[in-house]
């Protein structure tokens, strides 16, 4: 079983619909992350969290460390959002090193 | 901008060579990662430094990866021999990792994608 799980796998959606990108891990960490892959290849960290909650934009990201369980949250999707949305998580102290990853959701955002 | 470069872009080669692969991380990040994408694997650690030195290379397969950071401004990875099944995308990340300090995120190069033949 994988340390950490996301779900859906693949999420299509209509331009301007809510998004919500689930992540559960089961060891303890010391900080998620959220990234973004696009279709180009290229890897955007959006979020590094260890508790609460955080906004960028669009972008919502939150965790409760003890249901060990994270989501990420997309206002008014656009088709420029559609990009693959890998959990990560770190158990080192600093919680940026080994990180262990999501197999990753690809969103779709249909115009 | 600051970024993270990577060269080359695309690498490919037959099975047997020589692979280095380079990564200039972010001036003034002390932290260095070097990962590995596949499809089935997905994304995965294969070694990291802290300012140059080397902390972490559980994730790389000894007898033909090595990575070093000569400098502050250049880490390599190095295939040798290369096989087929190294062909994937490495990617180089940078971060500013302080001990106590739960906030800093990653910046990622545009990646290596490798194919031995």
């Known amino acids: 079983k994988n340390e950490v799980e996301q779900s859906p796998q693949n999420l299509t959606a209509q331009e301007g619909e809510f998004i919500t990108i689930n992540c559960s891990y089961s060891v303890g960490i010391s900080a998620l992350h959220w990234l973004q892959q696009h279709p180009g290849g290229g890897i955007v960290s959006l979020f590094m969290?260890?508790?609460g909650k955080k906004k960028h934009g669009r972008l919502i990201a939150t965790i409760n460390i003890q249901e060990k369980h994270s989501s990420l949250h997309i206002t008014a999707s656009h088709p420029r959002d559609s990009a693959v949305y890998i959990c990560a998580v770190s158990l080192a102290p600093e919680g940026n090193e080994k990180l262990t990853f999501g197999t990753g959701t690809r969103l779709t955002i249909i115009p | 901008d600051a970024r993270v470069t990577q060269t080359p872009r695309h690498k490919v080669t037959e099975m047997g060579q020589e692979v280095t692969m380079r990564c200039q991380p972010i001036?003034?990040?002390?932290?260095v990662f070097w990962y590995r994408q596949t499809m089935m694997q997905g994304l995965e650690l294969l070694a990291y430094f802290r300012n140059r030195a080397p902390l972490d290379d559980s994730g790389m397969p000894k007898d033909r990866f090595s990575a070093e950071m000569p400098d502050a401004t250049l880490a390599t990875l190095k295939i040798q021999p290369s096989e087929p099944r190294d062909s994937a995308v490495y990617f180089c990340?940078?971060?500013?990792?302080?001990?106590?300090?739960?906030?800093?995120?990653?910046?990622f190069g545009s990646g290596t994608q490798l194919s031995v033949l």
């Open positions: 990340a940078s971060g500013l990792v302080r001990a106590g300090q739960g906030d800093e995120k990653l910046f």
């Open positions: 969290l260890s508790s």
């Open positions: 001036l003034g990040h002390n932290t």
